[in-house]
């Protein structure tokens, strides 16, 4: 494996390095509503007052890869309810194809209250007992929808309730067998999981089908039980495994490493004044898997690799500068734009 370091090469982004006319993108799992505090920097509880807006990594995804020009697809459950018809017509409006969307008449749409606290950690409260998103089930999958993906992207929260868990499995199967590339971001919510252990467990489950897996620092830390999330033996010998095509960890404003085959390095972050970090992961996430759907060239190609990176640091870093997460996705020219100055 040659290392690479960081060098100004991978930031010359031009219109042709990503096209994005690939094939389509299926997000499976959790949509749900964020409500945040109207003003910065409090506890849940210390908040006078909530906005709400659209949330749910796999959906932010959705959005995040056609706000950029690519093709995507939604598919999970939400309630029948004014929360569920929203978070569906957001979907729409942003040109996300919700004909995998179901709805169920016995279950509420899942609720979240997030908090960035004064000392910069983040405050979950979810009110999901069972929210409809945790009922989706097998029999239910638009499995044409899934059949005809490029790329099958999911997280980790659909792999902790049944029936939610076998239809993720279910749906994981299908797109493997229809020779999609699988894409896995743990998103780690260690409150929505019965015990740590129940976490490490179930995130670990399908770690080995995925040929693309997207991690953070902390989730290093969290699944080696405690190890450096900086050392690269760490990581290869505990997280990379033999059906990987690209493992990229996350270091926020610090950028990004990458973990191939052939070859490793890291692409240095873009420097932003940072707003509301509330969905940067997904913008980053959103950038790389717009670029693998048109050129898969990226995992064998170093060069196309780290420009591919570059951009989707790019989509995170813009994200930072606006409150909320499917407001601040940006759009390709938005990206290009930034790129340039």
């Not at 009110?127 to 059949?147: G, V, W």
């Not at 780690?188 to 490490?200: M, Q, T, V």
Request: charged share 20%; proline share 3%; hydrophobic share 40%.
């Amino acid at each position: 494996m040659a290392h690479v370091t960081s060098s100004g090469k991978s930031s010359d982004l031009t219109n042709e390095d990503c096209k994005g006319n690939g094939g389509p993108v299926v997000c499976f799992g959790e949509m749900l509503i964020d409500f945040v505090p109207t003003v910065g920097g409090v506890s849940l509880a210390e908040a006078p007052a909530f906005q709400k807006a659209a949330g749910g990594a796999p959906a932010n995804v959705a959005v995040g890869i056609a706000r950029l020009g690519g093709s995507s697809a939604f598919v999970g459950k939400v309630g029948a309810d004014e929360f569920g018809y929203m978070l569906a017509d957001i979907l729409k409006r942003n040109n996300v194809d919700t004909s995998g969307i179901k709805f169920d008449h016995n279950a509420r749409t899942a609720l979240a209250f997030v908090t960035l606290r004064a000392d910069g950690e983040r405050e979950f409260l979810f009110f999901r007992n069972p929210s409809a998103d945790m009922l989706l089930q097998e029999s239910e999958l638009a499995t044409d929808l899934i059949k005809k993906a490029k790329i099958f992207h999911y997280g980790s929260i659909s792999l902790i309730h049944e029936p939610c868990k076998s239809a993720h499995l279910a749906a994981m199967k299908i797109a493997k067998d229809s020779g999609c590339i699988l894409s896995y971001d743990p998103n780690l919510r260690l409150a929505l999981w019965p015990s740590a252990e129940a976490a490490r467990n179930g995130i670990k489950s399908v770690w080995d089908q995925a040929d693309v897996i997207k991690i953070s620092e902390d989730e290093i830390t969290f699944l080696t039980g405690g190890d450096d999330p900086y050392d690269d033996d760490v990581v290869l010998k505990k997280l990379f495994h033999h059906n990987l095509k690209l493992l990229i960890v996350t270091e926020g404003s610090g950028g990004c490493r990458y973990y191939t085959q052939e070859f490793k390095g890291r692409v240095a972050g873009v420097k932003v004044n940072a707003v509301d970090t509330t969905g940067a992961g997904d913008a980053f996430v959103s950038g790389i898997i717009y670029n693998l759907a048109s050129d898969q060239s990226i995992f064998q190609n170093e060069e196309r690799l780290r420009k591919a990176l570059y951009f989707a640091n790019v989509c995170g870093a813009i994200t930072v500068t606006q409150r909320g997460a499917i407001p601040a996705l940006p759009t390709k020219e938005a990206v290009l734009q930034f790129a340039e100055t």
